[in-house]
């Protein structure tokens, strides 16, 4: 697979000005035109160039083994290797590749030409890192975090808003239309208890601001009662028939109950620096009926046993559009919301970062929406980006000592100490101001979070271990943001400006040590990276390459002296202002991973 970039438009300039080239493809396009103009006949044949190890030169076109087939099949019989001399000899005389040279049964492995390497790379510099051109604008809506009222905002709603939100931040950079979406559920029969004991507990609700202050408690009061109290039970119900009927009393009551959870989830939101448009269940009320009336129209509702429900081809267990009291579900205000979202907010693209406990849901509400006609998939994407479930160091479900789920705040709360001790453990109270301290503390912290959630696949069950999030070598965000600060203090210690630098290096910069060319050619891969990520939305591999620029980096650093200082008085002697435009650029790629995936980073750490 070449990374969706298939339907990406050509890499003209006017698609995102002053983008950064997308090398990949770059070289697909000219390997397209090379084989329209060795085999005219042969139509739609996809390209697919892929990076490749440093020892067989930087990219690698691999697709003469399957043109070779097509060909056979149309009365051509040439060998993969014929076709590949044939496409090599077509290929455009262009700016971008070097050498091309031809290895294995049909292999092309194509160089970069240096010049154009130094030259992308003092673009980067100057224009700084932009998002690729290439790319087809969008209106999306990612529908994430999502957690319920009056519950408990659990780990799984964590994950969701730091993947949701890794998500928007990408596609915005990509410069699409994005709409962050946080679905709560807002609405639905828990209220009718809900409501029930706010009659008990605060009778005059409706002319004042009940004083609920726990309202996990609450909900546990209420369920007991509703589970043990026919009266209550029956009470609860009422309550339900009155808020649905818009009675304005309860209506004040469901809103002030909710007003209390949404305090709750923006202290979450606040502490991760996370933006999001509430648009619960409850707006879509009289879209369910309406719905309801459309699906029945269509005549895909089947009754059972009181019920109506919608199968879709293929899957056995159907949607429950209405209960047997009338009443809607989740499924049915799933069904209102993809219509809704499709119909009247124009999306093209519509993300549903949900567990993967609910792909059965999603699969069902998709191929529900194409039956009934709202949904064409050649239209319109739609995705569930599922995530598999938080699990504790013992391996079981997350759970804190009392065994009970674990609030968000505490857990954020156990991340800013632990930040902490790490630091002070690694005496950086002793070299930064408490106001730098800080600033790390909660970098680290929130960074860790994010960090440890993003670089696993995300399909996988996740071991929250605060230990491994911390630890300051391999693949974790203390490791790179530590890294990060470094190469920026480079920079500092010399006393250079970005200015002097982006003047330095105006009329490019040579790459003469092959460490250098390898870092700057690793750079140059960011636009492509980040395009691959939309084609599943796996944000891991950013993280990947985020990891490898901070250990090519190393490599490049340990070999070539940026700053030479006299040996024996310390005083700087000569300044290679090339290899710091290489810092330079090294350190505002990495600071572009961070923030596509929601981290934070400090001068001084
Ligand atoms: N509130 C749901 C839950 O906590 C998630 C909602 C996800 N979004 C959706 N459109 N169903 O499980």
Partial sequence: DNGGQRS??????????????????????????????????????QVVVVPTTPNFGDYQFNGAMSLSKLLRTMGKSL?????????????????????????????INIKLKASFVQEQLSLLLTRGVRPP????????IVDFSSPNIAKEMHVGHLRSTIIGDSICKLLEFLGHDVVRMNHVGDWGTQFGMLLAHLEDRFPNFAEETPPIGDLQSFYKESKIRFDSDADFKKRAY??????????????KGWQAICDVSRRE????????????????????????????????ETGVLKEDDGRKVMFAPGIAVPLTIVKSDGGYTYDTSDMAAIRQ???????????????????GHFETIFACAEVAGWLDRKKTR???????????????KFKSRSSETVRLVDLLDEGLRRAKEKLIEKERDKVLTPEELESAQNAVAYGCVKYSDLAHNRNGDYVFSFDKMLEDKGNTAVYLLYAYTRIRSIARTANITDEQIKKAVADGIPLGHEKEMKLAKLLLRFPETIVRLTVD????????????????????????????????????????????????????VMAQCFSLLGLKTVQKM
Avoid at 14 to 22: I, K, L, Q, R, Y
Avoid at 80 to 92: F, G, K, L, T
Avoid at 133 to 140: L, S
Avoid at 382 to 396: A, C, I, P, Y
């Fill in 537 to 588: 939305l796996f944000l891991h591999p950013l993280c990947e390459y985020l990891y490898e620029v901070s250990t090519v980096f190393t490599e490049f650093y340990d070999v070539c002296y940026c700053v030479e200082k006299d040996r024996t008085t310390g005083q700087i002697v000569h300044i290679n202002m090339d290899r710091m435009a290489l810092c330079e650029a090294t350190a505002n």
């Fill in 8 to 45: 990406a438009k050509k890499c003209k300039p006017e698609s995102a000005p002053n983008g950064m080239v997308n090398i990949l493809l770059k070289l697909e396009e000219l390997f397209s035109l090379a084989i329209e103009q060795a085999f005219p006949n042969v139509k739609g044949f």
């Fill in 79 to 107: 060998n993969p290797r014929e076709v590949a001399s044939v496409i090599r000899e077509n290929v455009p005389s262009n700016s971008v590749t070097d050498t091309l040279e031809l290895a294995g049964p049909g292999y």
């Fill in 382 to 396: 739609v995705e569930h980006v599922g995530f598999g479930v938080v699990l504790g160091e013992d391996k079981k």
């Fill in 341 to 359: 979202r499709i119909h009247d907010e124009k999306a093209d693209w519509v993300i549903y970062v949900v567990d993967l406990g609910q792909a």
């Fill in 133 to 140: 051109c290439g790319v087809e604008k969008k209106r999306v």
């Fill in 265 to 296: 989830f923006q202290k979450i939101y606040d502490r991760l620096d996370i933006k999001i448009k509430e648009r619960g269940e409850s707006f879509y009320q009289d879209l369910m009926k309406k719905t309801v009336a459309l699906l029945e």
């Fill in 238 to 251: 009422a309550c339900v028939v009155k808020l649905q009927s818009h009675d304005p009393v309860y209506i």
